[in-house]
Every structure is written in structure tokens, then in C-alpha cells.
């Protein structure tokens, strides 16, 4: 799982470091450290963290998940014509 912090809107609220501490952690007041490879093990807890952050800071790439419906997956549409 990779994330992304954008640290220009980071606040420093800390909530992503109080729900995942294993991938978050504060420096000094304001500085956040991240594991920006965090462990597929991490994925409930980075998203909490995402949700919670009240700035919406954190960008958790979902594009690497196994289980995501390929393009052929959904559902049937018809094209409309013209008579």
C-alpha cells in the first residue's frame, strides 16, 4: 500500500498518528513522519486515519488492490443510436 501526505495542508492535528502510530508519528508540534510504504497489514487502520484527518491530507492509493473489479466487470450499458 503506498500513501501520500500532502504536508502544505497537514495541521498537525495528529489524528492520523493517535489511529495509525505504526505509520504515523509526530516530530516536535507540527511535523509529521509517515511510512509512505505502510504494510498491507495497516490498510484498516491508514484509512481511519485518512477519514479522521480533518484537513483530508492523506491520499491512500487504492490502485494496487487484488481484489478491484476490472474494467470488463461492470455493469452492461447500451449506446444510445439515432433511429
Do not use: W
Request: net charge negative; glycine share 8%.
Amino acid at each position: 500500500m503506498r500513501l501520500v501526505v500532502d504536508l502544505n495542508r497537514c495541521q498537525g492535528y495528529a489524528q492520523c498518528a493517535f489511529l495509525a502510530p505504526d505509520v504515523f508519528a509526530m516530530h516536535g508540534d507540527e511535523g509529521l513522519l509517515y511510512d509512505p510504504q505502510a504494510e498491507e497489514a495497516q490498510r484498516a487502520r491508514v484509512k481511519q486515519a485518512a477519514a479522521a484527518c480533518p484537513v483530508q491530507a492523506i491520499l491512500v492509493d487504492e490502485l494496487d488492490l487484488a481484489d478491484e473489479p476490472s474494467a470488463g466487470d461492470g455493469p452492461a450499458t447500451e449506446e444510445a443510436s439515432d433511429g
